[in-house]
């Protein structure tokens, strides 16, 4: 079987990235099983060599090499290679079919050079341009200005111009465009370093200044990237790594496939003239993502399902893919942030609540309890009152009818001592006359404690002298029974008040105290003490005795109550003090804290 052979023949050299990946990609898809195809690649290089002379030049080169080759399919790749194949196809390679790749548009002088031609099609190279410009004017919409960077000093630079020029005076923007394109290298990075804040610029191509110098691509764009402050859009994916921020970008690798998928239909027998010219290759958006963060563009404005290229962060990618459902997942942890410090607060706001309730609780719980004792003393003072008055109203029904039996009782008995000598006698008549005197004392008693004493005024006293008699009765009595009586009482104690009610309050207590140790065989003593306290006068009487037990001191203030044996106490003492001092504002209590029986009178001072 006789080998099928192929010609792949490329405008520029190896070395060029492009031209590269369109050759891998025709030779990766043309079919592997086909073991009887001969291919042969050859290079025009014609970026760097070109003119009339060199086309005949490479004629006469290929005519010695492929001289006794049946080339029967040409694959060419951009307009270099592609015009000459159809200009010496017929004298090199016997009318081959061609199959082109590349080729910068597919315009009606196109389509007028070459209406007689038969044999070939291909694949019309097209660039995105009025996408791109949208994309841009999006991207940018405070740009006043915009930049066109590319030569018109190599066929596909002059077509690019005129695409260019098709579509920005297609939307209206030729009054805003700036072309770099006839200039020198030099000029050329001096003035990129200078555009206009806020623009932008689109890159064609630049492999040759005006002054013919050929430019590395890589160098060229790398040095154009590095020293502009705007964005670089492009249009072939190669440049891309190179600087641009992104585009939609025409693809060597896929140009490279379609012309080999068409020289597999044609090796399978296909007609090539029933193949028809693919203007229009799609060309994906594609951008970088550091240049997208560099310039702050906005994400959102890309085009859906555009390739982010440089983008490591998992997070950002799941940001750029998801963004609605990354700011929902995030509105909702807001959400339910805001709701647990909510609820945190209204917790600590319950606690201080619930505290402030319990707080006010205990307050309201400790005034009723102390208003409860305050009624419960109140009512015991009623009670205590009610008695005092029954027994006044007792002691004055009483005293009249009793005063007079009582007064005969007591003459009779005074008589019967006069007049009798029988000692039995005498002494029955001494308890008589004893009991009259006790009877008459109770009455007195009675009526004192019930007394308003609405008739005694009161008057500014001076307690030492108040209490002067009652010392100099007490004090023979005491020393009689071996009692030692101390009086420490300041000279200038003064109270507004009666000051027979005082002396008698003194006297009292003095007697309770007297009647007490007068019983005892141990050390005996009686302390009379008065002092000034702040803005109180208190009088105090203290004694030998040991104090008072609990179950005496809850009783010893009530009337009738009395520890005295012998019949020697009414019980009303203590009573009738209580009711005096409480007339003069004042109170009288024991001082529980005293190791000895002290009782103390509090006065307000005059």
Known sequence: MDKYEVLILHSYSRDSIWTDLIDQSIKKNLHSESNHLDVYTEYMDSKRFYGRDYGERLYNLFSIKYSDRNIKLIITSDDNAFAFAMKYRDKLFQNSQIIFTGVNGYSDE??????????????????????????????HPKAKKFYVINTIHTPSGKYLKKEFQKSISKLGLADKVEYLEDISADSLYKKVE?????????????????????????????????????????????????????????????????????????????????????????????????????????????????QIINRNNKLLRFYEEYTFEFWFILFSFACLFISLVVLAYHFEQQKK??????????????????????????????????????IGEMASGIAHEINNPLTIIDLSAYRIIQLSDNEVVLKSAEKIKLTVDRISKIIKGLKQLAKED???????????????????????RFKENEIHFKIDVDENLKVHGAPVQISQVVLNLLNNSFDELVQGDSERWI????????????????DSGKGISEEIFERIMEPFF???VDQRGTGLGLSICKNIIEHHKGRIFVDRSSPNTRFVIQLPTA
């Open 110 to 139: 196109f389509k007028q050079k070459y209406r007689l031609e038969k044999n070939y099609t291909g694949l019309v190279e097209s660039f995105k341009i009025d996408k791109m410009l949208e994309l841009s004017q999006s991207l």
């Open 194 to 306: 200078k555009l206009e804040k806020g623009s932008f610029a689109l890159y064609g191509g630049f492999s040759r200044d005006r002054d013919g110098n050929f430019l590395d691509f890589e160098k060229n764009l790398g040095e154009l990237a590095r020293r502009s402050n705007v964005p670089i859009y492009g249009f072939l994916k190669y440049y891309l790594p190179y600087g641009l921020t992104g585009g939609y970008f025409t693809s060597g690798e896929l140009y490279g496939k379609k012309a080999a998928l068409i020289a597999n239909q044609i090796i399978a027998g296909e007609d090539i003239n029933s193949i028809a010219i693919v203007e229009d290759v799609e060309a994906p958006a594609i951008f970088d993502y550091a240049k997208i963060v560099k310039f702050g563009l906005d994400f959102h404005k890309l085009p859906v399902n555009s």
């Open 353 to 390: 609540h619930k505290k402030e309730v319990l707080r006010i609780n205990e307050q309201l719980e400790d005034r009723v309890e102390k208003r409860t004792r305050q009624l419960i003393e109140q009512q015991s003072k009623l009670i205590n009152s009610a008695k005092l008055a029954s």
């Open 454 to 476: 609405a008739s005694l005024t009161s008057e500014l006293v001076n307690i030492k002298v108040a209490i002067e008699d009652v010392i100099s009765i007490c004090q023979a």
């Open 527 to 542: 302390k009379l003490e008065g002092k000034k306290e702040k803005d109180i006068v208190e009088i105090s009487v203290t």
């Open 562 to 564: 009395t520890t005295k």
